[in-house]
């Protein structure tokens, strides 16, 4: 199965998902996240276009800059960290969580709530902030916490403690 229809059966069943992308290496977790950190990129370029457009006095230029910044260069590092501190409270709860599948059930979720993401972004730049974009950031701030503990869960071998 190739990555696009594996990403999109997270959706159906995301613990399944996850545990048939447990044999990917750690090059390929972090392409992973590359990827899915740029499509979050694109979803947030119609919100500044409109920020911009709104407030002239930052140009468009200026905040996709800061986005690409933070969204490419930022958020990868913040992701591997979080998906480390995650691995090292597992194992201080006794739980056989090693690092790699940590940090994939985070990436996993991250690129599986993407197309999401740019559902949000479109809302973002034709709606703008109102309980029209409240709601989708609600809906997919569930599906990536469903996503993102079901992959912890069937990553975590059955019954072992560490």
Known sequence: MGLI???LSTWRAPGQAVRRAAGMSDPAILALL???MAVYFVAQWPG???AAVLDPSVPLQARLGGALLATLFL???LVIALAGVVALLARAAGLALDGRHSRL???WALAAV???MLLGGL???LIGPGPGLTLVHVLVGAAFLW????GLRALMPRGERA
């Open 5 to 7: 229809p594996a990403l």
């Open 34 to 36: 590359i990827g899915a």
């Open 48 to 50: 500044h276009a409109r």
């Open 75 to 77: 958020m990868p590092l």
């Open 105 to 107: 059930a985070l990436v």
């Open 114 to 116: 993407a197309p999401a």
């Open 123 to 125: 809302v973002n730049g």
């Open 147 to 150: 996503f993102w503990v079901s």
